[in-house]
């Protein structure tokens, strides 16, 4: 039982808003300029831009060149099979897994950071809009259920997105990678614009472009934030607000507004129903430290706090309409979770450019969009769907391996740029399968009183096949552009490592077989959102971000609309 001795009047909003990530930070600009009294609740602490405190700290500024210990690894025994994101420079936005520990039916890598702003300052930054070969995928191939939107409904929305966050790039008239509103791009290496040649004269159904990234590139900064200085040290967090972060952009622009209550520390624990009004009132909320247990009430509320905490919140909110979790009429809830499988592709070397190097750490990469089952011609027969590659080309450093040497030879040897490669790493689509699935374990309760999250994901065969050609065409195309000791990797890729999941809530047409609408409303309850990675009904290949900042903004757009309409 719940109880609030502060009275309804004090803890009641016109929006409450679960999560502070890229979604949440968005919901909470959105609503705020538009007028309503906005709470939102995180669950972690409070972190102001600005408060990075490893950001201008070089590797002999923390102990052992920032490595963690053996004891210290102790803390993180999942985070670190994945090869990275925990080190001395970043472990204090990172979870440990001893504190918040998960179960796994099949392995998955999640990778979770709890404090304001969220995993938006750590992301890769990495912004490409889904086209209209995404959305409608689904009902081309026949796959689980069909998008309820196309490309032209979030089209401006991708529009309105990208101008206010900052995406430095190029518009490439490519139709799988739709063009947008950029800043001036980052430039390419020698050897990438090489390659970029070559791959324009031997293939017209490719092309290789400077990465997408949502960083300030233009001259005297954007929405009071700062140029980037590539520094590279981007997941430190960016005291000059360069890259886009709720913490630099959105929140503070929520805050100007006046109506921003931010409360850090709130677990939500579930949505609050009401059968009468078939509409949410509120949510339950743990606080984090003292383990009280508060209410809070609002006319709309927004679920942001990523796909798998939103998933966990829904299906923890059980009532005598929805005994499975609110919205839960399909079944849906917590399945089709998605993630794109990478750590796939090829590296090479040349002896071009010996002459060349390149200035400042560029917090960028190459992109080669999808090729793969856009037609006839590019079908392939062994699988559905594609990828595409992200990587790049730089001179190896001083860490390279050397030549047997020692003392002064070693040092003049590694004081010389070393040889030029270039890396291609693909990332492809998984399919949203029913059975690919999140579950809770009452069973398993964590200090909070919360069920823990039981995973059963994996790759099925459209995901191993594609790897196979992904692997291939990498080598393939460093060999027909010249490059020499052309070799290829895989490296393990569980679900998860790819730090992108999505679908455990998607949108869809029916309610019958999905749990939002084309307003990414819940069917049955008109008056909560979702906008964050659990809404995707299809994953695609691109990295999904950009995407869930649009669909936040169209929603609260909707929201605001229906809320003065007096239909929520």
């Not at 309804?8 to 538009?34: N, R």
């Not at 750490?361 to 999808?370: D, E, F, L, V």
């Not at 990675?533 to 990295?543: E, L, V």
């Amino acid at each position: 039982m719940y109880f609030n001795s502060q009275g309804k009047d004090s803890v009641t909003y016109d929006a409450i808003i679960v999560g502070s990530g890229i979604s949440g930070g968005w919901a909470a600009k959105e609503l705020t300029e538009k007028g309503l009294k906005v709470l939102v609740l995180e669950r972690g602490r409070d972190v102001k831009h600005g408060d990075y405190p490893t950001a201008t700290l070089e590797t002999w500024d923390v102990p052992n060149r920032g490595q963690l210990t053996e004891e210290e690894w102790k803390d993180y025994p999942k985070q670190r099979r994945t090869g990275y994101t925990v080190t001395q420079f970043t472990r204090h936005w990172w979870v440990k897994d001893t504190e918040h520990p998960y179960y796994e039916t099949q392995p998955f890598d999640w990778i979770r950071g709890y404090h304001v702003g969220g995993r938006s300052l750590l992301w890769g930054r990495q912004s490409y809009r889904l086209s209209d070969i995404d959305f409608s995928a689904n009902a081309t191939d026949g796959i689980a259920v069909d998008w309820p939107i196309r490309y032209r409904d979030i089209k401006p929305w991708y529009d309105y997105v990208e101008e206010y966050i900052g995406v430095s790039g190029q518009n490439v008239g490519h139709p799988q990678t739709p063009d947008g509103v950029f800043q001036p791009a980052m430039e390419l290496t020698c050897v990438e614009d090489h390659m970029r040649q070559k791959m324009a004269q031997i293939y017209d159904d490719r092309l290789l472009m400077v990465g997408r990234v949502a960083h300030i590139t233009k001259q005297g900064g954007h929405n009071g934030r700062g140029n980037c200085q590539f520094r590279n040290r981007c997941i430190r967090g960016c005291p000059y607000g360069a890259y886009f972060s709720s913490n630099a952009s959105t929140i503070p622009a929520a805050a100007a507004t006046g109506n921003l209550t931010l409360r850090p520390f709130s677990t939500v624990h579930s949505i609050i129903y009401d059968d009468q009004t078939q509409k949410a009132t509120g949510v339950q909320v743990i606080d984090t430290e003292t383990l009280e247990n508060l209410e809070f009430y609002a006319k709309i509320i927004f679920v942001c706090a990523s796909a798998i905490p939103t998933a966990s919140i829904l299906m923890n909110s059980k009532s005598d309409r929805f005994p499975d979790g609110i919205g839960n009429d399909s079944g849906e809830l917590g399945h089709n979770l998605m993630d794109h499988h990478f750590q796939i592709g090829a590296r090479a070397q040349t002896d071009l450019f010996d002459d060349k190097y390149y200035k400042g750490r560029r917090p960028n990469g190459i992109y080669i969009p999808r090729f793969r089952n856009i037609d006839k011609a590019s079908q392939h027969k062994d699988f559905i769907r594609g990828y595409g590659y992200q990587g790049g080309g730089m001179r190896a450093g001083w860490w390279r391996p050397a030549e047997a040497k020692i003392g002064k030879a070693l040092k003049e040897e590694l004081s010389q740029p070393g040889t030029w490669g270039m890396n291609l790493t693909a990332f492809g689509e998984c399919l949203p399968y029913h059975d690919n699935k999140m579950t809770l374990r009452y069973d398993k309760l964590d200090k909070w009183g919360l069920p823990a999250v039981d995973f059963d994901v994996g790759w099925k065969e459209n995901e191993l096949n594609m790897r196979k050609d992904m692997q291939t065409q990498a080598a393939e195309m460093l060999e027909a552009a010249g490059f020499k000791d052309v070799s290829v990797y895989e490296n393990n890729s569980n679900p998860g490592k790819g730090i992108h999941e999505m679908g455990t809530a998607r949108m869809g047409r029916d309610p019958k077989t999905s749990v939002l609408n084309k307003w990414n409303a819940i069917h049955a309850v008109p008056n909560v959102y979702v906008t964050d990675g659990a809404c995707m009904t299809s994953a695609a290949n691109q990295n999904p971000s950009l995407t869930y900042m649009a669909l936040t903004a169209r929603a609260a757009d909707h929201a605001v609309r229906e809320l003065k309409k007096m239909n929520i």
